[in-house]
């Protein structure tokens, strides 16, 4: 209980001898700060390609992100290929990959997106999303 009045005491005393009264601002020092100071431009941050313009890089085969979802999929490497950040990797982790139902769904539909086009959908490449496959349905 001392230690809690003490406390209280001190702020109190910090928060009455604290006002606006105590600090000088010196306009001609601001003035010459600002007439002297350097415009700084910043350049615009690069723009992201939209999902359907991301493609593949040479190197990554649809066959094996395909293979890499039917049979490590409940650990998620098959999203580490496709480009995934690394965190991704802790959810299918701790949950099997979702009980089986979200690898079953991953490797059913990038099945399916192989025979029909021979290409993984766009929009699983670099996708930050669990269900990768939400925005489809």
């Not at 600002?34 to 939209?50: G, I, Q, T, Y």
């Amino acid at each position: 209980m001392k230690k809690l009045v003490l406390t209280l005491a001190v702020a109190l005393f910090a928060i009455c001898s604290a006002s606006a009264n105590n600090y000088v601002a010196n306009d001609a020092a601001i003035d010459a700060l600002v007439e002297n100071s350097v415009e700084m431009v910043m350049e615009a941050a690069p723009v992201m390609p939209a999902a359907d313009m991301i493609s593949l890089s040479s190197n990554q085969d649809p066959l094996i992100a395909t293979l890499l979802s039917w049979f490590t999929g409940w650990c998620g490497l098959h999203r580490y290929y496709l480009g995934t950040t690394i965190w991704m990797g802790l959810p299918y982790l701790l949950t099997g990959g979702g009980l089986g139902i979200v690898t079953l769904v991953d490797a059913v539909l990038m099945t399916l997106d192989l025979i029909q086009d021979n290409k993984i959908n766009p929009q699983y490449i670099n996708n930050p999303r669990i269900l990768m496959w939400a925005d489809l349905f």
